[in-house]
């Protein structure tokens, strides 16, 4: 892909990446305070709903990296043109699943922000909405790297090839 989207795509699996180890120091002081009889409220929401997130931030650059599952068994066994057509029907596919995934998500974000949805009970409530709206900004920029990528593969481009040439820059 662009330059630019790389660089944008690859800021959100960093922002990800940086969320998720903030995220075990969070569940590692939960269970050493569960071992003295002291735990961190709150920690079971936070870590559903930051889960979610930190996937949904992930999904972008593996989308514009070609590195979606696929299983090679059937990919190696057929010719340069039946790749071309598998990487195609799993790109169309993909942003089948994120245009679902955005059309049913934007009218829970809008509820969500409407109402202050938080969730868990007592000491620690978790805001919800933040993570619907990552949800739904991330499947949008999904629909947008599958679209990308679509274009690529009509123009006679193989995602395979481009794929291993991110390997080699790695």
Avoid: H
């Amino acid at each position: 892909m662009t330059s630019r989207t790389d660089g944008a795509v690859s800021l959100l699996n960093a922002l990800a990446a940086m969320w998720a180890f903030v995220l075990a120091f969070v569940i590692l002081a939960d269970v050493l305070g569960r071992a003295i009889g002291v735990s961190f409220q709150g920690t079971v929401e936070l870590v559903a709903n930051s889960i979610v997130a930190i996937v949904f931030l992930q999904f972008p650059l593996t989308i514009v990296r070609g590195r979606f599952l696929r299983s090679t068994v059937i990919y190696d066994a057929v010719s340069d043109r039946g790749r071309k057509m598998i990487d195609l029907m799993s790109c169309v596919l993909g942003l089948g699943i994120f245009v679902a995934i955005a059309w049913g998500g934007w009218s829970d974000m809008i509820t969500s922000f409407r109402i202050g949805e938080f969730e868990g009970e007592g000491a620690l409530r978790v805001p919800v909405y933040p993570t619907r709206a990552i949800i739904f900004a991330m499947s949008v920029l999904s629909i947008l790297c599958y679209l990308q990528l679509i274009f690529r593969l009509l123009g006679g481009a193989r995602l395979s090839d481009y794929a291993e040439s991110q390997e080699q820059e790695v």
